[in-house]
């Protein structure tokens, strides 16, 4: 059981940039990034493979959201850039222990989350 921690929240205008992080307590398969607003599905945001050589992004975020991870496969960053006030969500960390298709598969373990709200 993995422990998750994410980091970088807050609160900026539309068009501005926030860089989420999270760190894990021990090295996983693969890494995945999620948000949650009131009154909405939780969605898939990005996520990343094995070794970090591959990445997916949801349609709403493609082109501005960048997924990184580290070589030992614990620490993973999402930079938000030109920001949208549709961003305003909890974000949360997964961490998963499959990896096909292009995503992160059989999510173990969740982070608390992090909150980012964007104004117009």
């Known amino acids: 059981q993995v422990q998750l921690v994410e980091s970088g929240g807050g609160s900026v205008k539309a068009g501005g940039s926030l860089r989420l992080t999270c760190s894990a307590s021990r090295g996983t398969t693969c890494m995945a990034w999620f948000r949650q607003a009131p009154g909405k599905q939780r969605e898939r945001v990005a996520n990343i493979s094995p070794g970090g050589s591959e990445t997916y992004y949801a349609d709403s975020v493609k082109g501005r959201f960048t997924i990184s991870i580290d070589n030992a496969m614990r620490t993973i960053s999402l930079q938000m850039d030109n920001l949208k006030p549709e961003d305003t969500a909890t974000y949360y960390c997964?961490?998963?222990?499959?990896?096909?298709?292009?995503?992160?598969?059989?999510?173990?373990?969740w982070g608390r989350g992090t909150q980012v709200t964007v104004s117009s």
């Open positions: 997964a961490a998963g222990s499959s990896y096909y298709d292009r995503i992160c598969q059989s999510i173990q373990s």
